[in-house]
């Protein structure tokens, strides 16, 4: 009986190494002006530590906050009314997983995390007043704000952003985003167009857009889940204790 449950035990041992898992997680913070550029920020990468572990998956949390204060101006001979024209826009922000070298190039895994989207926008513009950016009828502001979660988990199907994250060390990537601006009229003033084919500001007539301040900060959970590779020496108890059983059941 006992050669029996020696050998047992040590199988019930090498599995449960098998199965192992555990979790690590960080918090990143961002803060920056979308309309100037690019962030820059640092993630610990995960370590294999020689081998002994393995990356399953990975999580990003992102807690995004967005401010955008917009200042919108007419310098039409007519007013306009609310609703006689519409404005969309969209912002989506991009996580690259690597920065490029210094000649230009390189290939990473991104992805969008999300973005602020202000859409049917309207205003109601008295004529201009011959006085640029003066706050006047012919002016409208507005402060706009986003307060939301988004979640990503990557999965070995997706290999390219789990290799990124794998190795000794800290990944600078890139944080940044595009902004898409859509106008239309729905009751087109008639105004005259500019003879240069493109109005000039303040002196032909049009309706002009002002991003005075926008800014888009927040944290960052990276989540890595992964799990233990016992190394080779793990087996040989299992293998000394067979062949100890077999002796036994031997004699």
């Known amino acids: 009986m006992f050669t029996r449950s020696v050998p047992a035990a040590a199988a019930a041992t090498a599995i449960a190494g098998f199965a192992a898992a ?11 002006q979308p309309l100037a550029g690019t962030v820059f920020l640092d993630i610990q990468k995960f ?11 990975v999580n990003f949390t992102f807690r995004h906050n967005f401010r955008l204060d917009l200042y919108l101006e007419s310098t039409g001979p007519t007013p306009v009314a609310f609703g006689d024209f519409g404005l969309n826009i969209f912002f989506l922000s991009v996580m690259q997983l690597g920065t490029l ?16 989207n202000l859409t049917d926008l309207s205003a109601s513009l008295g004529a201009f007043d011959g006085v640029a950016g003066n706050n006047g009828p012919d002016s409208a ?38 902004t898409e601006l859509q106008f239309w009229w729905n009751n087109d003033p008639g105004w005259a167009p500019p003879l240069s084919g493109f109005p000039e500001y303040p002196t032909d007539p049009a309706l002009w857009l002002e991003f005075r301040a926008f800014r888009h900060w927040g944290e960052i ?13 793990s087996t040989l108890p299992l293998i000394g204790l067979a062949a100890i059983a077999r002796r036994r059941r031997g004699a």
Request: glycine share 14%; aromatic share 14%; proline share 8%.
């Open 22 to 32: 555990g979790t690590i997680q960080q918090t990143v913070q961002f803060d920056y």
């Open 47 to 57: 370590d294999t530590l020689g081998g002994t572990r393995k990356l399953e998956n």
């Open 101 to 116: 070298d210094e000649n230009g190039e390189g290939s990473f895994p991104f992805f969008g995390p999300g973005g602020m």
């Open 141 to 178: 502001t507005g402060t706009f704000t986003d307060v939301f979660t988004s979640s990503f988990t990557f999965l070995p199907d997706e290999q390219p952003v789990l290799d990124a994250l794998t190795g000794p060390g800290s990944l600078t990537t890139v944080y940044g985003g595009f």
């Open 221 to 233: 959970d990276v989540t890595y889940e992964f799990s233990q590779i016992p190394a080779p020496m």
